[in-house]
Nanobody, 118 residues
Framework: HVQLVESGGGLVQPGESLRLSCAAS????????MAWFRQAPGKEREGVAR????????YYADSVKGRFTISRDNAKNTLYLQMNSLKPEDTAIYYC????????????WGQGTQVTVS
């Protein structure tokens, strides 16, 4: 039974930082591709960043490049998203997901965590 559980969301002011975590269980975490998505009110869900847990190779959407960092701790089966220089437009529900490598195609979703920048 695959589970992805996010934590770390909250309310911050513009320019501040936040780190999201996603604890994974129920499958072999190593050598998978994981991603963070977000969905702002009234907008479609969009891919933010993804990582191959084997090599650590990463990919970022242009909107967050240089501000967000995706990383993983394979020993803890945990995915992270470090978000710096947050802007009001980063306000959204952030979702952790397992994806097909090289794409944004999701195989498992987490339940989401709210991030509000105001």
């Amino acid at each position: 039974h695959v589970q992805l559980v996010e934590s770390g969301g909250g309310l911050v002011q513009p320019g501040e930082s936040l780190r999201l975590s996603c604890a994974a269980s129920g499958y072999t975490y190593n050598r998978n591709c994981m991603a963070w998505f977000r969905q702002a009110p009234g907008k479609e869900r969009e891919g933010v960043a993804r990582i191959y847990t084997g090599s650590g190779n990463t990919y970022y959407a242009d909107s967050v490049k240089g501000r967000f960092t995706i990383s993983r701790d394979n020993a803890k089966n945990t995915l992270y998203l470090q978000m710096n220089s947050l802007k009001p437009e980063d306000t959204a529900i952030y979702y952790c997901a397992r994806v097909t490598c090289g794409s944004w195609t999701v195989t498992y979703w987490g339940q989401g965590t709210q991030v509000t920048v105001s």
